[in-house]
């Protein structure tokens, strides 16, 4: 029995999360089925028989077939978030927000991505993976912050028509610092009660386009590309 392909699993002390990478769709598993999943997984890093929970074998989550799993279990289970205000949050302003006027590379890039999401889910963000930076631009932090790059986009998500979320803005500034050669990441993180999931920027561990404790505040699910240990 293991993690069945496409599936990307987050387990806390009192609930599991688990997400649909093929589908982009949240399961939500409360305490019980935690328990039992963290049971199941000790005793099959230990080797010994163990019964799956059955509210993850009913949804597909767990397959009969032997699957590598290997990276797609994050446990959080001893770890403790910062409080979490989802009125602040949802208040909150990010940097560059104006309408003084708009890029139209970023504005079509960004309608692009969004359309790519809403036809072919969670597959279109695979792309990040077939754009390799060749490191050819300078890559110093302070380089990579005065591109400017996340505060254009979000400029251009004030005029854009479509509504854009923060997976589709994230989607679009990962794939134009890789494109500049800069190797960034799209995470996603997800809290588990109350339940939120919210999509950002990293390049080398630190957050671009975004407040910078997200890492603290969100358990993360899913990375792509993936880090290479």
């Given at each position: ?28 598993y ?11 997984l ?23 077939r ?15 978030f ?32 969004a ?17 390799c ?16 790059i ?45 339940f ?16 910078a ?17």
């Amino acid at each position: 029995m293991a993690i069945r392909t496409g599936y990307h699993l987050a387990l806390f002390e009192s609930s599991v999360v688990a997400l649909d990478a093929r589908k982009g769709k949240y399961l939500l598993y409360d305490g019980v089925v935690a328990a039992a999943f963290a049971t199941f997984l000790a005793a099959t890093k230990a080797g010994r028989p163990a019964s799956p929970p059955i509210a993850l074998v009913k949804d597909g989550v767990l397959s009969e077939r032997h699957i590598d799993a290997a990276g797609i279990v994050r446990d959080y289970r001893t770890l403790r978030f910062q409080n979490f205000s989802s009125e602040v949050w949802s208040a909150r302003r990010l940097s560059g927000r104006d309408t003084s006027g708009v890029n139209l590379h970023f504005l079509f890039h960004l309608e692009w991505n969004a359309v790519l999401l809403r036809m072919i889910g969670f597959r279109s963000l695979r792309k990040l993976e077939r754009i390799c930076p060749n490191g050819s631009n300078p890559t110093g932090e302070a380089e990579i912050r005065a591109l400017r790059i996340p505060e254009r986009f979000l400029q251009a998500s004030l005029w854009s028509p479509l509504p854009i979320t923060c997976l589709q803005m994230s989607f679009s500034i990962a794939e134009e610092f890789r494109r500049r050669g800069i190797d960034a990441r799209l995470v996603i993180g997800v809290r588990p009660l109350p339940f939120v999931a919210h999509a950002w920027v990293e390049i080398d561990g630190i957050v671009h386009g975004d407040e910078a404790n997200l890492p603290v505040l969100y358990g993360e699910i899913y990375r792509v590309p993936e880090s290479r240990e």
